[in-house]
Protein backbone atom coordinates (compact mmCIF):
# COMPACT_ATOMS: atom_id res chain seq x y z
CA UNK A 1 0.00 0.00 0.00
CA UNK A 2 1.18 3.29 -1.08
CA UNK A 3 2.28 5.84 1.48
CA UNK A 4 0.61 8.73 1.97
CA UNK A 5 2.85 12.10 1.29
CA UNK A 6 3.12 14.27 4.39
CA UNK A 7 4.11 18.29 3.92
CA UNK A 8 7.98 18.97 5.53
CA UNK A 9 6.83 20.81 8.36
CA UNK A 10 9.87 22.97 7.94
CA UNK A 11 10.72 24.97 11.89
CA UNK A 12 11.09 27.94 11.60
CA UNK A 13 13.45 30.77 13.81
CA UNK A 14 10.93 32.24 16.09
CA UNK A 15 11.41 35.65 14.41
CA UNK A 16 10.36 34.16 11.01
CA UNK A 17 7.74 31.73 11.93
CA UNK A 18 4.04 33.84 11.04
CA UNK A 19 2.28 30.99 13.39
CA UNK A 20 4.22 31.84 16.46
CA UNK A 21 4.00 35.74 16.10
CA UNK A 22 0.39 35.37 15.70
CA UNK A 23 0.12 33.22 18.75
CA UNK A 24 1.83 35.28 20.80
CA UNK A 25 0.04 38.55 19.92
CA UNK A 26 -3.44 36.47 20.34
CA UNK A 27 -2.31 35.63 23.36
CA UNK A 28 -1.14 39.06 24.57
CA UNK A 29 -4.10 40.67 23.43
CA UNK A 30 -6.46 38.33 25.91
CA UNK A 31 -4.36 39.04 28.63
CA UNK A 32 -4.19 42.73 28.11
CA UNK A 33 -7.97 43.05 27.03
CA UNK A 34 -9.87 40.81 29.40
CA UNK A 35 -13.40 40.43 28.37
CA UNK A 36 -13.83 43.82 26.42
CA UNK A 37 -12.36 42.09 23.04
CA UNK A 38 -13.91 38.22 23.12
CA UNK A 39 -14.27 38.48 19.03
CA UNK A 40 -10.79 36.82 18.00
CA UNK A 41 -11.54 35.18 14.74
CA UNK A 42 -10.17 36.06 11.52
CA UNK A 43 -12.88 37.41 10.32
CA UNK A 44 -12.40 40.34 13.00
CA UNK A 45 -11.04 43.93 11.37
CA UNK A 46 -8.42 43.51 14.40
CA UNK A 47 -7.49 40.15 13.69
CA UNK A 48 -6.72 41.12 10.11
CA UNK A 49 -4.50 44.08 11.28
CA UNK A 50 -2.62 41.65 13.55
CA UNK A 51 -2.04 39.07 10.98
CA UNK A 52 -1.12 41.85 8.42
CA UNK A 53 1.67 43.30 11.39
CA UNK A 54 2.85 39.73 12.06
CA UNK A 55 3.48 39.36 8.11
CA UNK A 56 6.02 42.10 8.17
CA UNK A 57 7.58 41.18 10.76
CA UNK A 58 8.07 37.89 9.67
CA UNK A 59 9.51 39.77 6.91
CA UNK A 60 12.10 41.91 9.35
CA UNK A 61 12.75 39.06 10.91
CA UNK A 62 14.22 37.47 7.45
CA UNK A 63 16.12 40.21 6.74
CA UNK A 64 17.56 40.44 10.11
CA UNK A 65 18.97 36.98 9.48
CA UNK A 66 20.91 37.75 6.76
CA UNK A 67 24.58 37.16 7.14
CA UNK A 68 26.54 40.36 8.25
CA UNK A 69 28.88 39.89 5.11
CA UNK A 70 25.29 40.97 3.68
CA UNK A 71 24.40 43.36 5.72
CA UNK A 72 27.57 45.60 5.21
CA UNK A 73 27.31 45.19 1.49
CA UNK A 74 26.69 47.82 -0.57
CA UNK A 75 25.30 47.94 -4.17
CA UNK A 76 27.60 46.56 -6.40
CA UNK A 77 28.48 43.96 -4.19
CA UNK A 78 31.10 45.60 -2.41
CA UNK A 79 31.49 46.53 1.16
CA UNK A 80 32.75 50.42 1.53
CA UNK A 81 35.61 49.92 4.32
CA UNK A 82 36.13 53.87 3.86
CA UNK A 83 35.72 54.86 7.85
CA UNK A 84 34.23 51.46 8.59
CA UNK A 85 36.88 48.45 8.31
CA UNK A 86 40.20 48.31 8.00
CA UNK A 87 41.70 45.07 6.01
CA UNK A 88 44.39 43.50 7.87
CA UNK A 89 47.57 44.37 5.96
CA UNK A 90 46.23 47.54 6.71
CA UNK A 91 46.40 48.04 10.86
CA UNK A 92 48.81 45.53 11.06
CA UNK A 93 50.41 45.97 14.47
CA UNK A 94 54.40 45.97 12.96
CA UNK A 95 56.09 46.58 9.27
CA UNK A 96 57.54 44.19 7.26
CA UNK A 97 60.38 43.01 9.42
CA UNK A 98 62.33 39.91 8.59
CA UNK A 99 63.41 39.04 4.20
CA UNK A 100 60.49 36.51 4.15
CA UNK A 101 57.93 39.43 5.25
CA UNK A 102 59.58 42.19 2.87
CA UNK A 103 59.37 39.90 -0.22
CA UNK A 104 55.45 38.51 0.47
CA UNK A 105 55.65 42.95 0.96
CA UNK A 106 56.52 43.48 -2.55
CA UNK A 107 54.30 40.56 -4.15
CA UNK A 108 51.47 42.10 -3.00
CA UNK A 109 52.25 45.77 -5.11
CA UNK A 110 51.87 44.27 -8.49
CA UNK A 111 50.31 41.20 -10.26
CA UNK A 112 53.01 41.63 -12.74
CA UNK A 113 55.41 40.04 -10.20
CA UNK A 114 55.85 36.53 -10.39
CA UNK A 115 58.43 36.14 -7.67
CA UNK A 116 61.10 37.88 -5.62
CA UNK A 117 64.55 37.39 -4.41
CA UNK A 118 66.63 39.62 -2.25
CA UNK A 119 70.29 39.91 -1.57
CA UNK A 120 71.90 41.80 1.21
CA UNK A 121 74.95 43.41 0.01
CA UNK A 122 78.50 43.83 1.68
CA UNK A 123 78.78 47.08 3.75
CA UNK A 124 81.88 48.69 1.68
CA UNK A 125 80.69 51.07 -0.11
CA UNK A 126 77.47 51.82 1.84
CA UNK A 127 76.41 54.04 4.74
CA UNK A 128 74.03 51.47 5.92
CA UNK A 129 74.78 47.59 6.91
CA UNK A 130 71.35 46.77 5.88
CA UNK A 131 71.19 47.42 2.52
CA UNK A 132 69.15 45.02 0.20
CA UNK A 133 68.36 44.06 -3.48
CA UNK A 134 65.46 43.27 -4.14
CA UNK A 135 65.45 40.63 -7.62
CA UNK A 136 61.96 40.63 -9.46
CA UNK A 137 61.03 38.28 -11.40
CA UNK A 138 58.07 39.55 -13.72
CA UNK A 139 55.81 38.47 -16.31
CA UNK A 140 57.03 37.85 -19.94
CA UNK A 141 56.75 40.54 -22.20
CA UNK A 142 55.87 43.22 -19.19
CA UNK A 143 56.23 46.57 -21.06
CA UNK A 144 56.52 49.25 -18.13
CA UNK A 145 59.57 47.57 -16.31
CA UNK A 146 60.90 51.15 -15.03
CA UNK A 147 57.64 52.05 -13.69
CA UNK A 148 57.04 48.95 -11.95
CA UNK A 149 60.72 48.56 -10.75
CA UNK A 150 60.22 52.93 -9.29
CA UNK A 151 56.65 51.38 -7.58
CA UNK A 152 58.62 48.65 -5.80
CA UNK A 153 61.17 51.33 -4.72
CA UNK A 154 58.73 53.63 -3.44
CA UNK A 155 56.57 51.47 -1.58
CA UNK A 156 59.62 49.63 0.40
CA UNK A 157 60.99 53.08 1.26
CA UNK A 158 57.28 53.54 2.69
CA UNK A 159 57.78 50.76 5.03
CA UNK A 160 62.09 51.22 5.78
CA UNK A 161 63.34 50.59 8.78
CA UNK A 162 65.38 52.56 11.23
CA UNK A 163 69.49 51.33 9.45
CA UNK A 164 67.67 50.11 5.84
CA UNK A 165 68.59 51.21 2.90
CA UNK A 166 67.01 49.55 -0.59
CA UNK A 167 68.49 50.16 -3.75
CA UNK A 168 66.54 50.15 -7.02
CA UNK A 169 65.34 46.55 -7.64
CA UNK A 170 66.62 44.92 -10.32
CA UNK A 171 64.62 42.56 -13.07
CA UNK A 172 66.10 39.69 -13.51
CA UNK A 173 66.12 38.80 -17.42
CA UNK A 174 64.19 35.56 -18.26
CA UNK A 175 65.14 32.63 -20.56
CA UNK A 176 62.68 30.55 -22.20
CA UNK A 177 62.60 27.15 -22.29
CA UNK A 178 60.14 24.42 -24.11
CA UNK A 179 59.55 21.12 -23.44
CA UNK A 180 59.84 18.10 -25.84
CA UNK A 181 58.07 14.75 -25.10
CA UNK A 182 54.89 12.93 -25.21
CA UNK A 183 52.43 14.08 -22.58
CA UNK A 184 49.76 10.82 -21.84
CA UNK A 185 46.72 11.80 -20.61
CA UNK A 186 44.75 10.01 -17.88
CA UNK A 187 41.14 11.08 -19.49
CA UNK A 188 40.47 13.52 -22.45
CA UNK A 189 40.02 17.64 -21.25
CA UNK A 190 38.39 19.08 -24.33
CA UNK A 191 38.80 22.38 -22.21
CA UNK A 192 42.44 21.89 -21.97
CA UNK A 193 42.45 22.76 -18.41
CA UNK A 194 45.25 20.48 -17.71
CA UNK A 195 47.82 22.80 -19.58
CA UNK A 196 47.44 25.40 -17.26
CA UNK A 197 47.65 23.28 -14.02
CA UNK A 198 50.83 21.44 -16.11
CA UNK A 199 52.23 25.46 -16.60
CA UNK A 200 51.70 26.50 -13.19
CA UNK A 201 53.25 23.02 -11.30
CA UNK A 202 56.09 23.47 -13.56
CA UNK A 203 56.05 27.33 -12.34
CA UNK A 204 55.57 26.92 -9.04
CA UNK A 205 59.04 24.36 -8.93
CA UNK A 206 61.13 27.30 -10.58
CA UNK A 207 59.80 29.53 -8.36
CA UNK A 208 60.71 27.22 -5.48
CA UNK A 209 64.29 26.89 -6.39
CA UNK A 210 64.63 30.02 -7.62
CA UNK A 211 63.51 31.42 -4.33
CA UNK A 212 65.63 29.38 -2.08
CA UNK A 213 69.06 30.38 -4.31
CA UNK A 214 68.23 34.14 -3.80
CA UNK A 215 67.75 33.48 0.25
CA UNK A 216 70.49 31.92 0.81
CA UNK A 217 72.84 34.55 -0.62
CA UNK A 218 73.64 36.70 2.23
CA UNK A 219 76.75 38.31 0.54
CA UNK A 220 77.89 38.62 -3.21
CA UNK A 221 81.06 37.16 -3.94
CA UNK A 222 80.58 34.95 -7.01
CA UNK A 223 77.38 34.06 -8.97
CA UNK A 224 75.55 31.09 -7.50
CA UNK A 225 73.37 28.28 -9.63
CA UNK A 226 71.18 25.56 -9.29
CA UNK A 227 69.80 22.86 -11.63
CA UNK A 228 66.23 21.55 -12.47
CA UNK A 229 66.15 18.54 -14.28
CA UNK A 230 63.73 17.23 -16.33
CA UNK A 231 63.02 14.22 -13.80
CA UNK A 232 61.79 17.30 -11.18
CA UNK A 233 59.55 18.38 -13.86
CA UNK A 234 58.30 15.10 -14.34
CA UNK A 235 57.66 14.13 -10.63
CA UNK A 236 56.30 17.42 -10.27
CA UNK A 237 52.75 16.05 -12.58
CA UNK A 238 52.31 13.34 -10.13
CA UNK A 239 49.30 15.05 -8.63
CA UNK A 240 47.95 15.93 -11.65
CA UNK A 241 44.50 13.92 -11.94
CA UNK A 242 44.73 14.47 -16.04
CA UNK A 243 48.41 13.38 -16.81
CA UNK A 244 48.96 9.68 -16.67
CA UNK A 245 53.01 10.42 -17.37
CA UNK A 246 55.53 12.75 -19.42
CA UNK A 247 58.10 10.52 -21.17
CA UNK A 248 61.00 10.95 -23.42
CA UNK A 249 61.92 14.21 -22.26
CA UNK A 250 64.42 16.60 -23.11
CA UNK A 251 64.73 20.39 -22.59
CA UNK A 252 64.72 22.95 -25.43
CA UNK A 253 67.24 25.83 -25.44
CA UNK A 254 66.31 29.01 -26.58
CA UNK A 255 68.96 27.99 -29.10
CA UNK A 256 67.29 25.46 -30.19
CA UNK A 257 69.88 22.84 -28.56
CA UNK A 258 68.81 19.76 -25.84
CA UNK A 259 69.98 19.65 -22.56
CA UNK A 260 68.83 17.65 -19.38
CA UNK A 261 68.60 20.10 -17.02
CA UNK A 262 67.60 24.04 -16.48
CA UNK A 263 70.29 26.28 -14.98
CA UNK A 264 68.93 28.44 -12.48
CA UNK A 265 71.09 31.91 -11.43
CA UNK A 266 69.98 34.27 -8.39
CA UNK A 267 71.35 36.80 -11.77
CA UNK A 268 68.79 34.96 -14.53
CA UNK A 269 65.31 33.02 -13.82
CA UNK A 270 63.85 30.72 -15.99
CA UNK A 271 60.16 30.12 -17.44
CA UNK A 272 58.96 26.95 -19.36
CA UNK A 273 56.74 27.23 -22.22
CA UNK A 274 54.01 24.52 -21.94
CA UNK A 275 51.58 26.26 -24.01
CA UNK A 276 54.19 26.94 -26.51
CA UNK A 277 55.60 23.53 -26.51
CA UNK A 278 52.20 22.11 -26.75
CA UNK A 279 51.46 24.83 -29.72
CA UNK A 280 55.20 24.14 -31.51
CA UNK A 281 54.39 20.17 -31.53
CA UNK A 282 57.64 19.57 -29.26
CA UNK A 283 55.52 18.35 -26.51
CA UNK A 284 52.95 15.58 -28.10
CA UNK A 285 49.81 15.19 -26.73
CA UNK A 286 48.52 11.38 -26.32
CA UNK A 287 45.31 10.11 -25.11
CA UNK A 288 43.88 6.21 -25.83
CA UNK A 289 46.64 5.50 -28.39
CA UNK A 290 46.00 8.66 -30.02
CA UNK A 291 47.69 12.67 -31.01
CA UNK A 292 45.80 14.84 -30.14
CA UNK A 293 45.64 17.93 -32.32
CA UNK A 294 45.22 21.26 -30.37
CA UNK A 295 44.53 24.12 -32.41
CA UNK A 296 46.82 26.99 -32.24
CA UNK A 297 43.47 29.20 -31.61
CA UNK A 298 42.57 27.49 -28.13
CA UNK A 299 46.15 27.47 -27.52
CA UNK A 300 46.50 31.25 -27.60
CA UNK A 301 43.23 31.68 -25.84
CA UNK A 302 45.02 29.56 -22.85
CA UNK A 303 47.99 31.71 -22.83
CA UNK A 304 45.90 35.18 -23.17
CA UNK A 305 43.78 33.47 -19.83
CA UNK A 306 47.42 32.78 -18.37
CA UNK A 307 48.94 36.05 -18.22
CA UNK A 308 46.12 38.36 -18.45
CA UNK A 309 46.38 40.74 -15.01
CA UNK A 310 43.75 41.13 -12.50
CA UNK A 311 43.32 44.28 -10.84
CA UNK A 312 41.21 43.44 -7.56
CA UNK A 313 40.50 46.17 -5.14
CA UNK A 314 37.76 45.42 -3.01
CA UNK A 315 36.96 41.26 -2.80
CA UNK A 316 33.48 40.80 -2.85
CA UNK A 317 32.05 39.34 0.57
CA UNK A 318 28.43 39.12 0.29
CA UNK A 319 25.49 39.68 -1.68
CA UNK A 320 23.91 43.44 -1.57
CA UNK A 321 20.10 43.21 -0.05
CA UNK A 322 18.06 45.98 0.01
CA UNK A 323 17.01 46.06 3.14
CA UNK A 324 15.68 49.76 3.42
CA UNK A 325 12.91 49.47 1.11
CA UNK A 326 9.57 48.46 2.97
CA UNK A 327 6.52 47.03 1.21
CA UNK A 328 3.52 48.82 3.12
CA UNK A 329 0.92 46.41 5.09
CA UNK A 330 -1.71 48.45 3.65
CA UNK A 331 -1.02 46.99 0.40
CA UNK A 332 -1.84 43.80 1.62
CA UNK A 333 -5.44 43.88 3.07
CA UNK A 334 -8.37 42.38 1.05
CA UNK A 335 -9.89 44.85 -0.93
CA UNK A 336 -12.82 45.39 1.08
CA UNK A 337 -11.37 47.54 3.45
CA UNK A 338 -10.38 50.14 0.15
CA UNK A 339 -6.96 51.29 1.53
CA UNK A 340 -3.89 50.05 -0.62
CA UNK A 341 -2.57 51.34 -4.90
CA UNK A 342 -5.66 49.43 -5.99
CA UNK A 343 -8.19 51.90 -3.73
CA UNK A 344 -9.50 55.12 -5.22
CA UNK A 345 -10.77 58.51 -2.84
CA UNK A 346 -12.06 59.72 -6.12
CA UNK A 347 -14.80 56.36 -6.52
CA UNK A 348 -15.46 56.94 -2.65
CA UNK A 349 -18.06 59.00 -0.82
CA UNK A 350 -16.78 61.26 1.63
CA UNK A 351 -18.34 59.13 4.69
CA UNK A 352 -16.07 56.47 3.07
CA UNK A 353 -12.58 58.55 2.52
CA UNK A 354 -13.18 59.37 6.37
CA UNK A 355 -13.72 56.06 6.92
CA UNK A 356 -10.71 54.35 5.20
CA UNK A 357 -8.29 57.59 6.23
CA UNK A 358 -9.20 56.80 9.57
CA UNK A 359 -7.92 53.21 9.37
CA UNK A 360 -4.76 54.33 7.06
CA UNK A 361 -3.85 56.64 9.74
CA UNK A 362 -3.98 53.49 12.48
CA UNK A 363 -2.08 51.21 10.04
CA UNK A 364 0.45 53.97 9.04
CA UNK A 365 1.72 54.10 12.78
CA UNK A 366 2.74 50.21 12.50
CA UNK A 367 4.32 50.97 9.12
CA UNK A 368 6.08 53.65 10.58
CA UNK A 369 7.69 51.51 13.41
CA UNK A 370 8.04 48.85 11.48
CA UNK A 371 9.51 50.33 8.73
CA UNK A 372 11.92 52.11 11.44
CA UNK A 373 13.53 48.93 12.20
CA UNK A 374 14.30 48.24 8.33
CA UNK A 375 16.28 51.46 8.20
CA UNK A 376 17.80 50.80 11.68
CA UNK A 377 18.67 47.29 10.17
CA UNK A 378 19.96 48.45 7.05
CA UNK A 379 22.70 51.39 8.75
CA UNK A 380 24.50 48.92 10.80
CA UNK A 381 27.49 49.89 8.67
CA UNK A 382 26.86 53.87 9.50
CA UNK A 383 25.85 52.71 13.00
CA UNK A 384 29.65 51.19 13.40
CA UNK A 385 31.02 54.01 10.94
CA UNK A 386 34.34 55.76 12.16
CA UNK A 387 32.49 59.26 11.17
CA UNK A 388 30.93 60.84 13.56
CA UNK A 389 29.19 62.99 11.65
CA UNK A 390 26.40 61.53 9.24
CA UNK A 391 22.27 61.88 8.62
CA UNK A 392 19.73 59.83 9.60
CA UNK A 393 17.81 59.57 5.91
CA UNK A 394 19.57 59.42 3.01
CA UNK A 395 16.19 60.46 0.70
CA UNK A 396 16.09 63.63 3.52
CA UNK A 397 19.74 64.58 2.65
CA UNK A 398 19.48 63.97 -1.20
CA UNK A 399 16.59 66.49 -1.32
CA UNK A 400 18.19 69.08 0.87
CA UNK A 401 21.50 68.75 -1.63
CA UNK A 402 18.66 69.20 -4.70
CA UNK A 403 17.40 72.55 -2.75
CA UNK A 404 20.96 73.49 -2.82
CA UNK A 405 21.36 72.94 -6.25
CA UNK A 406 18.14 74.53 -6.77
CA UNK A 407 19.44 77.70 -4.69
CA UNK A 408 17.00 76.57 -2.23
CA UNK A 409 17.98 76.38 1.63
CA UNK A 410 20.85 78.11 1.37
CA UNK A 411 19.91 80.06 4.96
CA UNK A 412 20.41 76.88 7.28
CA UNK A 413 22.24 73.97 7.55
CA UNK A 414 21.15 70.82 5.73
CA UNK A 415 19.01 68.50 8.50
CA UNK A 416 20.55 66.36 10.57
CA UNK A 417 24.02 66.80 9.89
CA UNK A 418 25.14 66.62 13.16
CA UNK A 419 27.07 64.26 15.18
CA UNK A 420 25.86 61.01 14.02
CA UNK A 421 22.75 59.58 14.76
CA UNK A 422 22.10 56.33 16.35
CA UNK A 423 18.47 55.93 15.49
CA UNK A 424 17.09 55.52 11.91
CA UNK A 425 14.03 56.02 10.11
CA UNK A 426 11.99 55.82 7.04
CA UNK A 427 9.77 58.36 5.21
CA UNK A 428 6.39 56.70 3.93
CA UNK A 429 5.69 59.27 1.39
CA UNK A 430 5.16 56.41 -1.08
CA UNK A 431 2.60 55.03 0.99
CA UNK A 432 -1.09 55.14 -0.60
CA UNK A 433 -2.98 58.49 -0.05
CA UNK A 434 -0.70 59.08 2.34
CA UNK A 435 -0.60 63.15 2.14
CA UNK A 436 -3.52 63.65 4.04
CA UNK A 437 -2.37 61.88 7.35
CA UNK A 438 0.48 63.79 7.53
CA UNK A 439 0.84 67.50 9.25
CA UNK A 440 0.39 70.14 6.86
CA UNK A 441 1.02 68.37 3.75
CA UNK A 442 -0.88 71.04 1.91
CA UNK A 443 1.11 73.89 3.14
CA UNK A 444 2.26 74.48 -0.21
CA UNK A 445 -1.02 74.87 -1.63
CA UNK A 446 -0.54 78.77 -2.55
CA UNK A 447 2.35 78.26 -4.32
CA UNK A 448 0.83 76.06 -6.87
CA UNK A 449 -2.49 77.91 -7.29
CA UNK A 450 -4.81 78.49 -10.89
CA UNK A 451 -4.57 74.89 -11.41
CA UNK A 452 -7.04 71.93 -10.98
CA UNK A 453 -7.59 70.31 -7.78
CA UNK A 454 -6.28 67.37 -7.80
CA UNK A 455 -3.03 69.04 -9.74
CA UNK A 456 -2.63 71.24 -7.25
CA UNK A 457 -2.61 68.55 -4.10
CA UNK A 458 0.04 66.42 -6.12
CA UNK A 459 2.08 69.14 -6.78
CA UNK A 460 2.07 70.28 -3.39
CA UNK A 461 2.81 67.22 -1.80
CA UNK A 462 5.73 66.62 -4.08
CA UNK A 463 6.84 70.17 -2.60
CA UNK A 464 6.38 69.02 0.57
CA UNK A 465 8.29 65.91 0.20
CA UNK A 466 10.98 68.11 -1.48
CA UNK A 467 11.30 69.96 2.04
CA UNK A 468 13.85 68.74 4.86
CA UNK A 469 11.82 70.80 6.77
CA UNK A 470 8.62 69.71 6.70
CA UNK A 471 6.60 68.87 9.82
CA UNK A 472 6.66 65.18 9.59
CA UNK A 473 10.31 64.91 8.95
CA UNK A 474 10.54 67.27 12.07
CA UNK A 475 8.59 65.12 14.34
CA UNK A 476 10.49 61.81 12.74
CA UNK A 477 14.36 63.61 13.69
CA UNK A 478 12.87 64.69 17.18
CA UNK A 479 11.10 61.87 18.35
CA UNK A 480 13.42 59.24 16.85
CA UNK A 481 16.06 60.15 19.59
CA UNK A 482 17.13 63.60 21.28
CA UNK A 483 20.85 64.94 20.48
CA UNK A 484 21.90 63.76 23.84
CA UNK A 485 20.71 60.16 23.33
CA UNK A 486 22.95 60.22 20.19
CA UNK A 487 25.85 61.50 21.30
CA UNK A 488 26.06 59.12 24.70
CA UNK A 489 25.04 56.11 22.39
CA UNK A 490 27.56 57.01 19.48
CA UNK A 491 30.44 57.56 22.60
CA UNK A 492 29.85 54.00 23.46
CA UNK A 493 30.12 52.78 19.71
CA UNK A 494 33.17 54.44 19.46
CA UNK A 495 34.77 53.34 22.60
CA UNK A 496 34.06 49.57 21.74
CA UNK A 497 35.73 50.18 18.51
CA UNK A 498 38.90 51.78 20.00
CA UNK A 499 38.88 48.94 22.43
CA UNK A 500 38.28 46.34 19.50
CA UNK A 501 41.73 48.35 18.06
CA UNK A 502 43.43 48.15 21.25
CA UNK A 503 43.32 51.39 22.19
CA UNK A 504 41.96 51.75 25.85
CA UNK A 505 38.75 54.89 25.69
CA UNK A 506 39.78 56.29 29.37
CA UNK A 507 43.23 57.26 28.03
CA UNK A 508 41.54 59.37 25.25
CA UNK A 509 39.37 60.56 27.65
CA UNK A 510 41.86 61.57 30.01
CA UNK A 511 43.61 63.51 27.16
CA UNK A 512 40.82 65.29 25.68
CA UNK A 513 39.53 66.98 29.47
CA UNK A 514 40.83 70.11 28.35
CA UNK A 515 39.89 70.22 24.89
CA UNK A 516 37.46 72.93 23.23
CA UNK A 517 36.24 72.28 19.87
CA UNK A 518 32.61 72.25 19.88
CA UNK A 519 31.50 73.89 23.44
CA UNK A 520 29.91 70.50 24.46
CA UNK A 521 32.76 68.06 26.48
CA UNK A 522 31.37 64.71 25.08
CA UNK A 523 31.42 65.79 21.15
CA UNK A 524 34.34 66.76 21.54
CA UNK A 525 36.29 63.35 23.02
CA UNK A 526 34.24 62.07 20.02
CA UNK A 527 35.50 64.62 17.33
CA UNK A 528 39.79 63.00 18.50
CA UNK A 529 38.14 59.83 18.84
CA UNK A 530 36.83 59.60 15.53
CA UNK A 531 39.98 61.24 13.92
CA UNK A 532 42.31 58.52 15.74
CA UNK A 533 39.92 55.80 13.87
CA UNK A 534 40.01 56.89 10.85
CA UNK A 535 43.47 57.22 10.43
CA UNK A 536 44.30 54.27 12.29
CA UNK A 537 46.22 52.81 9.61
CA UNK A 538 48.57 55.15 9.18
CA UNK A 539 49.49 55.75 12.97
CA UNK A 540 49.29 52.09 13.58
CA UNK A 541 51.72 49.72 11.02
CA UNK A 542 53.61 52.53 10.01
CA UNK A 543 54.73 53.86 13.52
CA UNK A 544 57.85 51.92 13.80
CA UNK A 545 59.23 53.38 10.29
CA UNK A 546 62.10 55.59 9.63
CA UNK A 547 61.62 58.66 7.46
CA UNK A 548 60.19 58.26 4.27
CA UNK A 549 63.18 60.26 2.26
CA UNK A 550 61.44 59.58 -1.23
CA UNK A 551 58.01 61.69 -0.56
CA UNK A 552 58.42 65.25 -1.65
Given at each position: ?501 GIAPTLIDNMTNDSVYTGVELEDKLLVKSSLLRNFGRLSCRRNCATNFWLP
Amino acid sequence: MRDELEMNNETFAQVKDFKYLRQFAMESIQELSGSAWTNLNPSDPGVTILEQACYALTELGYCSSFPIEDILTESGNRIRFLDQFYKPDEIFERTPVTISELRHYIKKISKDILSVGCIILDSEGYYSRGTYLFKLCVIPDLKDVADLQKEVYFELNKVRGLGEMFTLPDVVPTINYRLQGTLVLESASPDLLFVQVLNKACQNLIVLKWEELSDSVISVRKETCTKISVYDFSTCTNDINEIQNLRDLSIIQPDGSHTDYIEICVNKFATLDIVGSINSKSLKVVFNNRNLDLTSDSISAIKDELFDKVVINYPNYGSYRDISSYYSIQETFPALYKIGSNSSEQAQSNYEIAISRQLRGYLLMIDQIISNEFAQLSNVPELFSFNVLNVANSEVLNNYLDGVRNRKFLSYPAPELYFTPTYYYNTLYKVPYVGPLLKHYNQFEQEVSGLSSPIIEKLAFEKYIADPYNPYNQALMTGSATQKNNIERKNEIINHLLARHGIAPTLIDNMTNDSVYTGVELEDKLLVKSSLLRNFGRLSCRRNCATNFWLP
